[in-house]
Nanobody
Framework: QVQLVESGGGLVQAGGSLRLSCAASRSISSIKTMGWYRQAPGKQRELAADLTSGGRIDSVKGRFTISRDNAKNTFYLQMNSLKPEDTAVYYC???????????WGQGTQVTVSS
């Protein structure tokens, strides 16, 4: 089993920045896919940023950057110029080449006030 532990969420004013972290309990050198999802109240969970493809939803392009630090087994989501519509619970998700299934973090709340 793999654990993904997220941190870095919180309350921020519009225009501010946050950096989310997702620490994995095993090496990420053999990661197959990794992404940051978000789920706003009353809405479906959506893939906001994908590390493996570099893709992002249109609403976060130019503002969100996804990265990784293999030495720390950690993924990051740098969020700049935050908007109230970015308010959601953010989840990291990952799959490994030599493991079946995918793994989720516990979620971290991001609230952007206007």
């Amino acid at each position: 089993q793999v654990q993904l532990v997220e941190s870095g969420g919180g309350l921020v004013q519009a225009g501010g920045s946050l950096r989310l972290s997702c620490a994995a309990s095993r090496s990420i050198s053999s990661i197959k896919t990794m992404g940051w999802y978000r789920q706003a109240p009353g809405k479906q969970r959506e893939l906001a940023a994908d590390l493996t493809s570099g893709g992002r939803i249109d609403s976060v392009k130019g503002r969100f950057t996804i990265s990784r630090d293999n030495a720390k087994n950690t993924f990051y989501l740098q969020m700049n110029s935050l908007k109230p519509e970015d308010t959601a619970v953010y989840y990291c998700n990952a799959r490994w080449w030599n493991l079946s299934g995918d793994f989720w973090g516990q979620g971290t709340q991001v609230t952007v006030s206007s």
